[in-house]
Structures are given as structure tokens and as C-alpha cells.
């Protein structure tokens, strides 16, 4: 059973414009929320972190919001540069699992010069 | 300050076989995830190890299992390997006060014959 849920596996996005990657999860004991971005023949590297006492959490052009009420949440990054193509995982964890984390499918975000 | 790291980062094993993974916490890290990724998808939890003992466990038969050292270092092992067995494995350290980011390794590339 996913806990965590990436609908779209690819995107594709303009340099200089807004890239929006999306996740669902299912399990309302989740409480904190993470992003790694992967690049090929490299382990994930952690981008930005959010708890549930927030809605949105923002470090340089990396935006993650949280809705919890509809169990979803998404990063934003403006502006989106050429380095950034790179396959993007939104994980997920509760408090009483400690740094057990849920794993979404990953959305391979390609920007365009 | 030293990531982590793991070793080897490719194998080749025929089915039945025994292997072993090793990892390098990140220094001043006590705790340590395997995890398990699949082509296609998102990393999957094995099991979790706080100060030499395991501290959570994924869905995943005893066949998988696991070590922690007093040094933090851990070893993955997989006895009786199967075909699906073939996966990226990732190692990634914590603070376990509290929960906070996972920083992964490179990973190994496992593939079974």
C-alpha cells in the first residue's frame, strides 16, 4: 500500500519559469514532510523539510507548502534553472516511526534551457 | 565532517548466494536506515538501527538483516538471494534526537543473476 503518492512521474519546464512538483499521502499520522532530489548513480540528497505545525516552508527558490486537510503537498521552485533536472522524492514520516521514512515514486523533473 | 558512505557501490551475485553491504555513518550520526529502491521506484524502508539495535523494521523477510557497530558503521546483510532482490540499496544516517533529515550515501547497485 503507498503511503505516499507522486502522480506524475515526469515534468518538464522552461528555464526561468516556476517548476511545481506534487504529492499525495494517505496516512494522517504523518507529521513531517521531506524532499530529496536524485540525481543518476547518486543517493538522495535532502532539499528542504517541513513540519505539520506549518503551512509552508521556504529556503531560496525552494517553496514547500503543506495542505493538510487534503493530505497533499508540493515544492516550488522559482526560478527553475537547468541544474535543477533531476528526479524529485517527496517522503514522509510520523512521530511514533522516529526517522522511518515513506517514499513517494519520484517525479523526474527535466528543465529546458 | 565525513558523508556517508557505502561500499562496494556495484555487485553481481547469483541467486541463492549470501551478500553483504557495509556503510560509513556520517560523523556524530547514531543512527542509520537501510533502504531498498527498486527500478522505477521510490527508496523502500528495511530497517532502522539506533546505538547497535534495531529500532524499526519495514516489511522485508528475516533473510534481510542487519548490524550496527560501536563506531555507528553498519552492514546490510541478504541471505538466499532472489532475483528480485535486485536493487539499488541506501544507507542513510540521522540524529535520532528528534526527527530530522536522512543523509543518504551513493548507494550499492545490487544485481542478481
Known amino acids: 500500500d503507498q503511503q505516499v503518492k507522486q502522480n506524475s512521474p515526469s515534468l518538464s519546464v522552461q528555464e526561468g519559469r516556476i517548476s511545481i512538483l506534487n504529492c499525495d499521502y494517505t496516512n494522517s499520522m504523518f507529521d513531517y514532510f521531506l524532499w530529496y532530489k536524485k540525481y543518476p548513480a547518486e543517493g538522495p540528497t535532502f532539499l528542504i523539510s517541513i513540519s505539520s505545525i506549518k503551512d509552508k516552508n521556504e529556503d531560496g527558490r525552494f517553496t514547500v507548502f503543506l495542505n493538510k486537510s487534503a493530505k497533499h503537498l508540493s515544492l516550488h521552485i522559482v526560478p527553475s534553472q537547468p541544474g535543477d533536472s533531476a528526479v524529485y522524492f517527496c517522503a514522509a514520516s510520523a512521530w511514533n516511526t522516529g526517522n522511518q521514512f515513506y517514499f513517494g515514486t519520484g517525479t523526474s523533473l527535466t528543465v529546458i534551457p | 565532517e565525513t558523508g556517508v558512505t557505502q561500499s562496494p557501490t556495484h555487485l553481481i551475485k547469483t541467486r541463492g548466494q549470501q551478500v553483504t553491504l557495509r556503510c560509513s555513518s556520517q560523523?556524530?550520526?547514531?543512527?542509520v536506515s537501510w533502504y531498498q529502491q527498486a527500478l522505477g521506484q521510490g527508496p523502500q524502508f528495511i530497517f532502522q538501527?539506533?546505538?547497535?539495535?534495531?529500532?524499526g523494521r519495514g516489511n522485508f523477510p528475516p533473510r534481510f538483516s542487519g548490524l550496527q557497530f560501536p563506531n555507528y558503521s553498519s552492514e546490510l546483510n541478504v541471505n538466499a538471494l532472489e532475483l528480485d532482490d535486485s536493487a539499488l540499496y541506501l544507507c542513510a544516517s540521522s540524529l535520532m534526537a528528534g526527527v530530522s533529515e536522512a543523509f543518504f550515501g551513493q548507494g550499492t547497485r545490487l544485481t542478481v543473476v
Open positions: 560523523s556524530g550520526h547514531n543512527t
Open positions: 538501527y539506533y546505538r547497535e539495535e534495531e529500532n
